[in-house]
């Protein structure tokens, strides 16, 4: 009998359990319901959180797209204003950059001895750019042939070239751009008389003829060249540019010559001033082409 309980222990102890559980469940019914019920949500609920953290996943996921298109829409708006505030900006630089010239340009013609006029430039020569410059005043405004016209910069005036043509209401000006415009200058360093020749060339530069063959540059030093006065168009002291080299003359073998760079720059010349000087050009009798 003993031998029989010990070789099959685990099959008497499976029914004595089981018995045991029947007896339980028909002496506490409630009870025994009850912890089925939890047992079911038990097994049930981790589903029912995975299914919950699912959509809370999925419903912060769409919320954040949205409120990254959102803020891109915001992004792209502001990049806009910008756009447009740099416009205004770049806008309002260049009304203060003009009328800082047309103060500059209306000082200088107060601060004249004579009647002068101011001009703007309206347009330029289309096949040489700086050869000739088209201003805003004619005939009209009391312009005429050869009158000379200068700019205002840094202070001090410099030479832009003379009136070709006029009509009624604009005037074309020849600049010293122009190979057939020569002006008599004198340098400061010394006060040698020669004369600059217009020269069509990409850079500033224009010729000065009539060098003496003694004269030489000091090492850092740029001569400055100006209007001798030997003109009834030109008043003596305007300015025309620097001297920056000396080379040998291609005309005269007594003379040298030597590159100038204007003071004036053409490609930024908003405002001119026209010299309105009473000289009839029938009477033309300058020196500026003296040999």
């Keep these: 009998m003993l031998d029989f309980i010990f070789n099959h222990k685990r099959g008497l102890t499976t029914f004595v359990l089981l018995i045991v559980s029947v007896m339980l469940i028909g002496l506490t019914e409630t009870k025994v319901g009850i912890s089925a019920g939890k047992i079911g949500f038990s097994i049930i609920y981790p589903f029912q959180y995975i299914f919950n953290s699912t959509g809370k996943g999925i419903n912060g996921v769409v919320n954040a797209v949205a409120e990254r298109n959102k803020l891109e829409q915001q992004l792209n708006l502001a990049m806009i204003e910008l756009e447009q505030y740099r416009k205004m900006l770049i806008d309002f630089n260049v009304i203060i950059k003009e009328n800082s010239d047309l103060r500059n340009t209306l000082e200088l013609r107060d601060s004249f001895n004579y009647k002068s006029l101011t001009a703007q430039i309206i347009g330029r020569d289309p096949v040489n750019m700086f050869d000739y410059l088209v201003i805003d005043k004619g005939s009209n405004h009391g ?85 001798s006065g030997d003109s009834f168009f030109y008043s003596k002291g305007i300015e025309i540019g620097t001297i920056s080299e000396i080379v040998p003359s291609k005309r005269f073998e007594i003379y040298n010559e030597a590159k100038v760079t204007m003071s004036e720059d053409y490609s930024k010349l908003e405002y001119v001033l026209v010299l309105m000087l009473d000289v009839d050009k029938d009477n033309f009798k300058s020196l500026e082409n003296p040999f």
Aim: aromatic fraction near 8%; hydrophobic fraction near 40%; glycine fraction near 8%.
């Design 143 to 227: 312009i005429k042939e050869n009158m000379a016209v200068i700019s205002y910069k840094n202070g001090r005036k410099a030479l832009v070239g003379k009136v070709f043509a006029v009509t009624p209401f604009a005037s074309k000006v020849m600049t010293l751009k122009n190979p057939d415009l020569q002006v008599g200058v004198v340098i400061d360093y010394n006060g040698t008389h020669c004369v600059i020749q217009g020269q069509r060339t990409a850079d500033q530069n224009v010729r000065l003829l009539y060098v003496p063959k003694e004269f030489s540059l000091e090492e850092g030093i740029s001569p400055l060249v100006y209007t």
